[in-house]
C-alpha cells in the first residue's frame, strides 16, 4: 500500500494570515512547526495501518517548508521551487490513495481564509464550475485511478471539496470568519482527527470514488486585473473570448493542470 500526500499551509490548524505562510517571522516558525506536525500525523498513523510507501509532496511556497527530520525515517519527501508537474510530481496509479492536507478555498471565494488558486489574480472553471488546487490535484490523481481519501482545511474549503468528492474523508481545521480570521481548533485536536481519519480513510478505501473527468476538458480562465491580458495571449492554444476571460480545451487533467499552473505562475512573474 501506497500512500501521497499534498499538504498545503492555508489550511493548517491556526493560520489565518499571510504573515504565518511565509517569510522570517516567528508566526512562521511556528506554522512550520504545526505544518510538519499534522503532516507527520498523517504519516504516522499511514505506516500504522500498514502503508509500506508514503510520499509527502512539500506544494507550499518555495517547496522548503517542512521540517523533514520530524518524520518518520520511511517517508520520501518532495521538495523545491518550481516544478513543471506541481503538485503530483511521481504520482501514478501504483498509489493506493491521495491526501490533500491543509487546504484553502478557492480564489475569490467570500469567507474562505486566504482564498486563492495557484494566485489570487486569476480563477478557473472547468466546464463552467470553478475549480481550486485541490479540484484540480483530485482530477489529476482521479484520472490515474487513485481516490483522494481525505482532505483538511478551513471550513469553506472543506465545504467546496465536499460538492465533488463527497465519500473523502474530512478533517475542518478552524471555522472562517472572513478572509483573514477564523474559529480555530486547538493544534493537537487537530493531530489527533488527522490520525484517526486517516486511518478509517485507509480501511474504507475501496468505498471511495476517484473524481474523473473523460474526453476533453473546458478551462475558463478569468483574470482579476485587465491589464495581466496581454501575458495570456500569446500562449498557444489558450483563446481569448472576454477583455480578461480566456479558455483552453486539454485532452487530460494533466493538460489542464499545466496550463492552471502555468498561467498562475505567470501572472504573478516580476517583470
Known sequence: MKLYIVADM??????????????ASSYFEAARLQYTREIRSVCEAALSAGAEEVYVNDFHGN???LITDQLPREVMVIRG???????????DSTFTGLVLLGIH?????????????????????????????????????G?????????????KAIEQAGTNMPSTHTVITKYSIGTDG??????DKICEQLRDETKRALKNVSAIEPSQISGPTQLTIRLRD?????????????????????????SNMKAIANIVYGVATLVEAKF
Open 10 to 23: 492555508e489550511g493548517i490548524a491556526g493560520v489565518v494570515a499571510d504573515v504565518q505562510t511565509g517569510g
Open 63 to 65: 517547496g522548503l517548508t
Open 81 to 91: 521551487g518550481f516544478r513543471p508537474t506541481s503538485g503530483y510530481d511521481l504520482l
Open 105 to 141: 478555498a478557492r480564489s475569490g471565494t467570500y469567507g474562505g481564509v486566504l482564498p486563492h488558486t495557484y494566485s489570487s489574480k486569476v480563477s478557473f472553471e472547468i466546464f463552467g464550475q470553478p475549480v481550486g488546487e485541490f479540484d484540480i490535484l483530485a482530477l489529476v490523481a
Open 143 to 155: 484520472e490515474m485511478k487513485v481516490p483522494t481519501i481525505l482532505i483538511s482545511g478551513d471550513s
Open 182 to 187: 477564523a474559529l480555530c481548533v486547538h493544534p
Open 226 to 250: 485587465v491589464s495581466l491580458a496581454p501575458r495570456l495571449e500569446w500562449i498557444p492554444g489558450i483563446k481569448k473570448t472576454g477583455d480578461a476571460v480566456f479558455e483552453f480545451t486539454g
